[in-house]
């Protein structure tokens, strides 16, 4: 990584609530101690944020804006409406 890259991620880093940073120091912390060498927080978020596909970003907003607690409901791939519940 570039220093303008790895200053861009250290502020994303230090953006995100305690409560979703904690998901990557643990995911860090079981890599540490399953594989002897992890990659880092920052190295982590990275890769998590290139899997996303656009349908899965746009669930999590549908999920958010209809205020979707439980997951049990699974919206269409492609689309979510209020038809799907």
Known sequence: MTPETTDTVDELIGALPAHLRENFERA????????????????????????????QIAKEFEYAVLDIKRREANPVEEHCDEDVF
């Open 28 to 55: 860090n912390r079981d890599i540490q101690e399953n594989y002897k060498v992890s990659p880092g927080i920052a190295v982590l978020i990275r890769m998590w944020l290139a899997c996303g596909r656009p349908s």
